[in-house]
Structures are given as structure tokens and as C-alpha cells.
């Protein structure tokens, strides 16, 4: 039996119509929910339709074969690009032989009809064996909803096998189920804050309502052996997951109707519109897209806390860790709060009027690493009314403030204070960074995430097992007044909820009144003011060589002490390290710390000399050491590099690059390709010639590689060491070992003007896209001649995009401009490139500055049309 070609035709056009229809009543009326039901019955209608042409006409049937919807479809949950997921039930094996070219040819009608299915087939007694391996399947039955075929069968799934498979193995499903939401959990950093979330799968999302009920039914079941409505979920809290499913449905919705596609990431375009239309906000007044994300966060917020309780509160579903320090969690109780299973109770429910009581519990939260029970928090928020007619103010705040911040767990304390609403009812001066979103495509979170993040950076280093956090660790523990860095971070950005261009003015305006009223004494507060004034100081000092001694100086001078100075190191590196997992490379991480050594020593006096070869330096003594042999021609090489040369250049390193140089007889270019940890390093030894240094990078630019970092010298006797460090986009290198040779080929070629470069930058401009350009980077060129005694600095900041270094490095040369130094940065789409620049030798004059700024801008802007 095939199915008619007319019945296909006019299954397409129900299709085509319905949906459009569907489209046209979401448009008009934006109601996520109808939207799902209309299309679940215009899907459950083919389906039936093509059940009776293509497997049996008789109704129920056949016997011993059901058609099950399973996971959304069987929710009832069809939104506009969702796979459709079908379970075939066979009664036994002998089903599946007689139906199986039936089913083949059922699927292929579907598919054929441009939709998308995702199906199982299992046998009765197959769907009672839980496979730990595929807890997925085990849940999507608890979903399941009868669509055609043998009814008795279905019973004989829904009403006995599913309660008694549930029963039997609550255990394992629950433990499965809550290691998978972990998982995803920590794919996206245990956060709902994300500048542009995935409706679906962050934490906070879609996924995670389906899991709080899941949870809490698989726990009810477990218990009482059936399908009886015994959901752990309380009213209040069912209200308010009821509410987040409404918005949710209602976004996911557009966001399929907008892509055309199940694509569920809210982008910053989608956002805009959503905002614009209202989308999930009933009668709601017109919309700021950041007024918009506040409401899908509040929402978020209340499906995570939700998802959270739950693990937290069955068993079944704790970690392994959880299930190792439970017992001794249990026995921190104290005479006001008690624990019980790792959860913080209250021994008196009415203790909470009294304010005091309430900073204690989150400074006994933060200390111990608890979480608070449901009950605890259903609690705080009765007590918030009252406590917003006065809240706690001045000395006693400060107090218990500082306490808290200074535990191990501040962060989570933090975090909790913030979703409950009790911390911008302390700090007010916090609430216009509430889940606020910046567009920098820097920061993968939102302000007030990424400030309580930056504070957990820094309790965690204790844990960690880096040298460098190491290193940190140490430093952070040397503070005299580690909380007044903790309060700084806090505020360090809350001036990016107000508007004006220059968020750190604003930020110390807000902090200033945070400080009045918190009554913090005048040395403390004129600490936490000077750390918000200065948290970028330190950042933009990374785009000088900061290996250079006036550089060094200049900028040990404006910070004036080194506790100061201890603090603003580990202020950057946790305001770095909290934009997003990859801002904290390893490059940037030394760099913070090469600074603030060299800034220590300045301020101890005992700033970095010059080094020369003939000296007596450390260093230099171990390279002499490894060249025993070659001491003339060791001091012939060295002579004459920049001091940055012998600081980023282990002795190892050196004695390399010395080798190749030496090999100049056999090949006057040598080339050494690395691959280190996080990126690539290709390392040129040659002689000094014109537009080498733009010329090296063009061929990285026709390779298609992205330059992070590099490094440019020359010495006394014009030998040319450059380093540049870059990672390969295409995994050109990572996936063809012979790729290697015919790169390191292809430099030595373009050098000896064997290869033209041109015509590989052509080939290159040509095989690739242009990406979408997200956040537009205003160009600008800022010129220094004061910060070196030698080098004119230029800073160009630019859009970021490929070949964009070669073109600069380029035009530099066409200026003749000799770079002494390159230091490469990106930030999200903005490059940040800083040159140490000669020309004949000397600095840059006025007019050939003036020549050199109006060549690149107008390279820039050629970049900008696609030139």
C-alpha cells in the first residue's frame, strides 16, 4: 500500500496553509501556547491520516503496533521547527518484521513532506530495560501520549510499564537526569545571564522547566508507584514556572517564525524585535530591548532557582561530591539556622523580622558553602516587604557586608541575595545593572553576573592548580583590606547602567553614594574609589611594552603604593578572567603579572636596568652558560635587541634563535613552526629587509590564520627574530601534518620572491565569506612620542577582521616606518594593535605622523567596503 499521490498533495498544501495560518494568529495575538496547540493537532492530523492510508485503516490498529509521541510532541509542545518525536511500539519482535517496510514508507512520506522527524522503535519489554547510557530515552517516556494504533497496547506502556520501570529504577533516573542537567549547566558557566541566551538549552531555559517536572514526577512516582498528581512543586512556585513557560512559549515562537528554523538563540537583532513587539509581555508599554531581557531573565531566574531546589532537595539527585560532605554539612548547624541535608533551615520561622538575623544567614551561607532551603527562601521573601519600609543602613551593613564578602562562598551568597531581590534592596546603587545586557561582544555576561564573578574568581584561587593563579593566590593573600577589593568589584561598573560614554565617571558617582551611606571610613573609601577609577589602568598598560623602563615607571608612579598596587593586579586579572572562559589567555595572564612585577620593583626601587651583552644580568649569565663555547658570537647576536627581546625570550629560546641565525650560510631565511597549548608560534630568523614584518604576516593572512600575539625585534648587526603566535581557524594545520611543510614553504617562498603573495591574499579573499559584523568598532589612530626615548608608540583600534594586520603592517612600510615592537590584542570584534615605531632610526616627526594616520584611515575604511 503507497500512499496516493494526490493524498501527498493535499497533505502538503494542509501544511502549507495551517502553518501560514498559525504564522499570521502568532503575529496578530503573539500567543506562544496557541501557537504550539494549533500546530501538535495540524501534525497529529497528517500523522493519523497517513496512518490509515500506509499501516492500517481499521481504527484502533493494527493489533500488537502503536504510533506514541514522545518528548515535546508528546508534551503536546510542537513549536514551529521542532523535530517531531515518534516512538513505534511493537508488542514483540514479530511486529517489527511485519510492519517494517510499512513504517519505512510512513517516514519516508513525512520526511518527503519537509518534516522533521525524530523516531525510535522499541518493543514492549525493550522500553522496560532502563539503559543507563540513554537516560534520555527513559524520560522522553514520561511524556508519552497515545496517537494511533493498538490502544491496549499504549495502556499496557502508560498506565503499568512506565509507573513500575519508575519505581523500580527512580534511583538511577533521577542521578542520571540531574548529571546531565549539570553537564549542560556547566556548559554555559551555571549561569542565566548570557548577553545572547539559548532559549532552550541555558540554564533557565525551556530544557530546564521540562526538568524541574520531570524531577519532581519521576520523585512522586517513585514514592507512590503511579501516575497519581503528587508533584513536589508547591502553588507558589508552580504560578511562577507557569508564568515562565507562557513567555518562554511565546519567545521560542518567534524566535522559529524569525529564523525560519529550529533556531532558539536570542540574538541581539532578535532581541531588538522581540522588545518591539512585545513578545511574551501582555499590554506591556513600549519596550527597551533591555527592558525586554530584564523580564526573560526574571523568568530565567525562577525556572533555574526551581531546577536548583529540586537537586538540591531530593536525594536521588544529589552529586557524588554533595553526597561525600552531606554529613558534615549536617552537623555546621548552629542556634539560629540548622542543616539538614546540606540545606539551611531557620530554627524560628519568625527570626527574619529582625534584619540582623537575615545578613547573618547569607554571611553563615557564604562561610559554609550551603544553599537555602525552599522553605528558608519562601520565607526571606515574606520578610521583604517589611524590610523595605527600613532597611538596614550605615556601620551594621558595612559590617556584615564586608564579613560576607571576605567567606570562601561570598559568591554564591551573592548570587542567591540577588535572585531572592534582597541585595539591590541593600545596594540599591546595584539595581540599574540588574541582568543588564551590553552589546560589546566582549562579555558573555551580563554586569551584575560578570561582577559577582570577578569576586568568585578571586575565592577560587586557592583551588586552583595553575602557577599562575598560584601566583595570585599568594598576592591576594598578602591584602591588608582584601574586602575593600571585594566591594570595588562589586561596583567597579555600575555606572554602565546609566547613560553617557564614559561608564567609570558614572560608576565612581554611584559608588560614592553606595559608600555615604554605608558610612565607610575615609581611608577605605577613598581605597575602593581609586580601584574603580583606575580598573582599566592597568588593561590598557598591557597594549605598551611593558618591558620597556619609562613605560614601567610612569605607571608605578600614578599607582604610588604597592598595596595599591597588589589590589589594581588582582582587580584586572578577575575583571579579565570574568568577561568570559577565553579572555584570560595565558599570554595576558603573565603579561598582568610581568607588569606588576616590574611595577613592585619600581616602587621598592630597584627598577629593571638596560641590559647590555657585556653585563653581568642573570639571564644573560645562564645564556652564557649554554653557549660556553661561542662567547664572542653569542655577544654579537645579542648586542643590540631591545630589552623586551631578552625578557619574553627564555634563555632556551635564545640559544635557538642564535642557532638559525648561524645557519644563514645554508638559508637566508629560517623558519621554525610550533604548536603550542592554545595556539601556533612561527618563528622568522633573517636578515633585515624592507616590509618584512607586513610581508610575514600576509602570508599568515592567505593561509587564513588569526594573529593573537607578536613579537618583532632586530639587533646591531640587522639579524631580524620575529615571533608570531596565531591559531589556525580552518584547523588547516591540526587535521593535515603535510600541511605543515608546504606552510613553513610558503614563507621561505614569499620571501625569496618565489610565491606571490598577492595572488595568495587573492585566492584567500575570494574562497571566504565576510562575516556579519555584530558590534560596529569606530577606527581610531592615537599617537604617543613621549612614553619611549626611542620609538614613536601608534595604537590603531579597528574592526577586527582577517588580513587586517597585514594590511596595517603594510601601509606602515609604504610610510617607511620600521616596527620595533608589535603587541596584538582583540577584544570580542575590536583589534587593539600597538606599534613601536622608527623611521630612519629616529621617532616619528609631526608630519610624517599626520601621513601615516591619513594612509591608515583610509586603508581602514577600504577594509570597511569590503576592499
Known sequence: MTATSSLIGELRSCIAEESARIARDFASAGDGAAAVAQRTRLIEDILKRLWRELVSAEEPGPRGFTLVATGGFGRAWLFPYSDIDLLFLYADRSGEQTYKESIRRFSQELWDLKLKLSPASRTLSECDRFDPNNTEFTISLLDCRYLAGDRQLFARLHDKLIPKLVTRES?????????????????FGQTVFHLEPNLKE????????????????????????????????????????????????????????????????????????????GIGVADAAELTAADWMRIYFGHARAVQRTVTQLLEEIPEAWSLLRRQVQGWKSR???????????????????????????????????????RLSATTEHRIAQALPALAVAPPRGAELWLYLQETLLQPHAAEA???????????????????????????????????????????????????QSEWDERYAELLGELEDPELLYLALLLHDTGKGMPGGNHVETSLEIAGRCLDRLDVESGERATVLYLIGSHLEMSAQLRRDIFNPETVAAFAEKIGTPERLKMLCLLTYADIKAVNPEALTPWKAENIWQLYIGAANYLNRSADQRVHGDLGDEKLARLRSLAPLTGLKFKDFVEGFPQRYLLVHSAEEVMRHMAMAEEFGHDPVRVDLRRGRHWYELTLVTKDRPSLFATLTGVLAAWGMNIVKANAFSNQAGIVVDTLFFTDRFRTLELNMSEWQRFTHSVTGVLAGSVDLDRMLGDRQRSEKHARVKVVVESRIDFDSECSSSSTLLQVIAQDRPRLLHRISSCLSQQRCNIEIALIDTEGQMAIDTFYLTSEGRKLTAELQHAVEKNLLKELKGLELGG
Open 414 to 464: 551573592l548570587r542567591a541575595m540577588h535572585s531572592l531581590r534582597l541585595l539591590t534592596l541593600l545596594l540599591p546603587e546595584l539595581k540599574p545593572i540588574d541582568s543588564l545586557v551590553v552589546r560589546d561582544f566582549y562579555h558573555r555576561f551580563t554586569v551584575d553576573e560578570h561582577s559577582i564573578l570577578a569576586i568568585e574568581c578571586l575565592h577560587k584561587l586557592n583551588q586552583s
Open 171 to 187: 534511583k538511577p533516573l533521577l542521578q542520571g537526569l540531574a548529571e546531565m542537567t549539570r553537564a549542560r549547566h556547566g556548559k
Open 332 to 370: 555546621t548547624s548552629s542556634p539560629d539556622f540548622s542543616v539538614v541535608d546540606g540545606l539551611i533551615f531557620l530554627q524560628q520561622s519568625s527570626s527574619l523580622q529582625d534584619s540582623e538575623m537575615l545578613l547573618r544567614l547569607f554571611h553563615f551561607m557564604a562561610h559554609h558553602g550551603l
Open 202 to 277: 541555558t540554564p533557565g531555559g525551556l530544557r530546564d522547566y521540562n526538568v524541574a517536572c520531570w524531577l519532581a514526577q519521576i520523585s512522586a512516582m517513585g514514592k507512590l508507584g503511579d501516575w497519581s498528581d503528587a508533584s513536589s512543586l508547591r502553588a507558589p512556585v508552580r504560578k511562577q514556572l507557569d508564568a515562565a513557560l507562557e513567555f518562554l512559549m511565546a519567545a521560542r515562537c518567534f524566535l522559529h517564525f524569525r529564523y525560519g528554523r529550529d533556531d532558539n538563540s536570542l540574538s541581539w537583532e532578535a532581541q531588538d524585535e522581540a522588545a518591539a513587539r
